[in-house]
């Protein structure tokens, strides 16, 4: 069974940072693309940004409004993906997910969410 | 900037039909956009009803069908029922990223 499970989120001041986990199993995640996603209160969802696994590049692409803040990485060994959130601001706030992106198109399985919260 | 389109809102009687659609601000969806339909209750996690179009995820009931009408991509809803009432978000593939819908508020009664 996939699953996937996210940690890390909290309160955090704005300009703060915070790092975000998300621990995969149910499947052969070094080969799987993985990608973030949030949903800020009361909103929609948004996509956040995705990474490739190791094999197609490991490279990443994220959403306008987070490039140059948000970085995404891998710990292949640890069955984790990572979101570091850095310069964070009040319009950050939102549940993030992560999600498992099957084949390279679609946003297939999803976690349960963790909540971040940017407020002074 | 690319801005994909949803009705805010829809109702259905119960045992009714309804569809809802996928569109772009600029131009037509087509299956190269992958579109796939989102599914969420409040408090829960999105669930993936359908995927590249008109492909069913796993345990998805078949009144729900996936297509493209016109220039937009459609969920239909076949004989709703109550707890199909949920937000249903469509999202489209746009090669580098994906782009939501603002999300359809879809009310059963």
């Known amino acids: 069974e996939v699953q996937l499970v996210e940690s890390g989120g909290g309160l955090v001041k704005p300009g703060g940072s915070l790092r975000l986990s998300c621990a995969a199993s149910?499947?052969?995640?070094?080969?799987?693309?993985m990608s973030w996603v949030r949903q800020g209160p009361g909103k929609g969802l948004e996509w956040v940004g995705r990474?490739?696994?190791?094999?197609?590049?490991?490279?990443?692409d994220y959403a306008a409004p987070v490039k140059g803040r948000f970085t995404i990485s891998r710990d292949d060994s640890k069955n984790t993906v990572h979101l570091q959130m850095n310069s964070l601001k009040i319009e950050d706030t939102a549940v993030y997910y992560c999600?498992?992106?099957?084949?390279?198109?679609?946003?297939?399985?999803w976690g349960q969410g963790t909540l971040v919260t940017v407020s002074s | 900037q690319t801005v994909v389109t949803q009705e805010a809102s829809f109702s259905v009687s119960p045992g009714g039909t309804v569809t809802l659609t996928c569109g772009l601000s600029?131009?037509?969806?087509?299956?190269?956009?992958?579109p796939s339909w989102y599914q969420q209750t409040p408090g829960q996690a999105p669930r993936t009803l359908i995927h590249?179009?008109?492909t069913r995820s796993s345990g998805v009931p078949d009144r729900f069908s996936g297509s493209i009408l016109g220039n937009k991509a459609a969920l239909t809803i076949t004989g709703a029922q109550a707890d199909d009432e949920s937000d249903y978000y469509c999202?489209?593939?746009?090669?580098?990223?994906?782009?939501f819908g603002g999300g359809t508020k879809l009310t059963v009664l």
């Open positions: 999600a498992w992106i099957v084949p390279a198109t679609i946003l297939h399985h």
């Open positions: 149910g499947f052969t995640f070094s080969d799987a693309w």
């Open positions: 990474i490739k696994s190791k094999g197609s590049g490991g490279t990443t």
């Open positions: 600029s131009g037509s969806v087509s299956t190269s956009y992958y």
């Open positions: 590249s179009t008109n």
């Open positions: 999202v489209l593939y746009m090669g580098s990223a994906w782009v």
